[in-house]
C-alpha cells in the first residue's frame, strides 16, 4: 500500500496511523467502518447492571462509541494503534494500548465484548476469539463482523472493493478471512453459542454514496447506506452469541 512515500504490505497496522486522519471523515477512508459501527451497536443492548463494561476490541478511534451513548455501559477499547486510541479517548472510551490476541484485561471483567472488524486482521484469529470469550462473564454477550473466507469475499473486498472510491488498497488480506462454520465452532469451544447472519449495505444507498463519490462530492451525504441482513454469510457476516454459565 503506497501511502507517504513508502509501500508497506497487506494488513499492515502502520497504514493506520498513515491514514489517522479518516477515522471521523464520514466518506473518509472509513466510511463502511462508520456504517458496520452502527449496524453492531444495534446488536447491544442496554445495559442490565450498574458498572456494565462493553470491552471493544480492536475499536480504533471509536467509532462504536456514538451509538452506546446513554446505554450505560463503561466503553473499554483496546487496540494497538496509539494515534487510533488517542482519537477514541477524545470521544469517551476508556482505552488499552493492547493485542486482541493477549488482552491485558482480567477474566469475565466485560458484560459485552465487541469484535467489530478486527478477526480479519489478525494472523491468529482463533487466540482472538479466546481473548474475546475469556474476557465475558457468564451470560454475557459477544458481537462481532467480519470478512468470510470465500472466494466471492476476495472478490469483492479486495479485488472488486480496492478498486472503489476511498478505500485504501491492501488494507486486508484476504488470506487472513474467517470462515462462519469454523468460527462459530471455535466460539462454541470457549463456551459461547453464536449465531451468524450475513449483511451488506442496502442498495440504493450504497448506489448514491458511489455516485456522489464519483462525482467528487465535497459535504457528507445526509443519507449514509446501512447494513442490512442477507441470506448469505458468503461475504460480511454479523455474529451476536452468549456465554453459558
Known amino acids: 500500500m503506497p501511502i507517504a512515500g513508502r509501500t508497506l504490505p497487506r494488513n499492515d497496522p502502520r497504514q493506520y496511523d498513515d491514514l489517522a486522519g479518516e477515522w471521523w471523515r464520514p466518506d473518509g477512508a472509513f466510511a463502511m467502518l462508520h456504517w458496520l459501527a452502527a449496524a453492531r451497536a444495534a446488536l447491544v443492548p442496554p445495559a442490565t447492571r450498574p458498572g456494565a463494561v462493553l470491552v471493544d476490541l480492536g475499536c480504533g478511534a471509536g467509532l462504536l462509541a456514538p451509538h452506546l451513548s446513554g446505554r450505560g455501559y463503561t466503553h473499554v477499547g483496546v487496540d494497538l494503534t496509539r494515534s487510533a486510541l488517542t482519537q477514541a479517548a477524545a470521544h469517551g472510551v476508556t482505552v488499552v494500548n ?23 486482521h489478525v494472523p ?22 467480519t470478512l468470510n473466507d470465500t472466494l466471492l469475499a476476495r472478490l469483492v473486498a479486495v479485488e472488486v472493493g480496492e478498486r472503489l472510491p476511498t478505500v485504501p488498497r491492501g488494507i486486508h488480506d484476504p488470506r487472513l478471512f474467517v470462515d462462519d462454520r469454523e468460527l462459530v465452532a471455535e466460539c462454541a469451544r470457549h463456551g459461547v453459542t453464536l449465531r451468524v447472519r450475513g449483511v451488506r449495505p442496502e442498495i ?34 454479523q455474529g451476536r452469541g452468549v456465554r453459558g454459565g
Open 98 to 120: 493492547g493485542d486482541a490476541t493477549a488482552v491485558p484485561l482480567a477474566d469475565g471483567c466485560a458484560d459485552v465484548v465487541s469484535a467489530g472488524e478486527i478477526l480479519e
Open 124 to 145: 491468529d484469529w482463533r487466540s482472538a476469539v479466546a481473548e474475546a470469550c475469556r474476557l465475558l462473564r457468564p451470560g454475557g454477550l459477544l458481537v462481532l463482523d
Open 204 to 237: 440504493r444507498g450504497l448506489v448514491g454514496w458511489l455516485v456522489r463519490r464519483a462525482r467528487g462530492g465535497a459535504r457528507p451525504a445526509r443519507r449514509v447506506p446501512r447494513m442490512v441482513p442477507t441470506w448469505s454469510t458468503a461475504v460480511l457476516y
